[in-house]
């Protein structure tokens, strides 16, 4: 009988450990022949899918897009970002192995993006967020890039 509890006791153990998960990865393979790991730090109500682009919402509601770019586009959007008149540089940077610029883009509404190089890779990644700055900053900093 003791032994039955302590196994019981190891079951819901090993249950409630796994039930809370905190994050969510996937693994896109992307057209500059890159696998690129994307994980979404889900511990306040963020979740990512699957797709290509793929979505970032938050208690249900779509804050961000992104969509990998090559090296070649990240360049261009870089110098493009920098000489357009219609954009606001907000912030410029290197976060966990990446590379970033986060600009906002005066059209008929706002648009916060990050233009962003994954370390020790021929990607880019463009993620888009018609929020707010904080949303954009926000998503930014739950997700974390990486070349497999």
Partial sequence: MKHLKTLLLLVVAAFLITGC??????????????????????????????????????????????????????????????????????????????DYILYKYEGNEPDYNYIIKVNNSKTGLMLGNTVSKESAKECFDHLTLTKE
């Fill in 21 to 98: 998960t905190t994050s969510k990865a996937y693994t896109f393979n992307v057209e500059t022949g890159d696998s690129i790991k994307v994980e979404l730090d889900t511990s306040d109500g963020h979740d990512i899918d699957s797709k290509v682009p793929f979505t970032v919402t938050k208690d249900d509601k779509t804050i961000s897009q992104g969509s990998f770019i090559t090296i070649d586009g990240y360049n261009g959007y870089i110098a493009s970002a920098k000489s357009d008149l219609d954009v606001t540089i907000i912030d410029e940077g290197t976060k966990d192995g990446v």
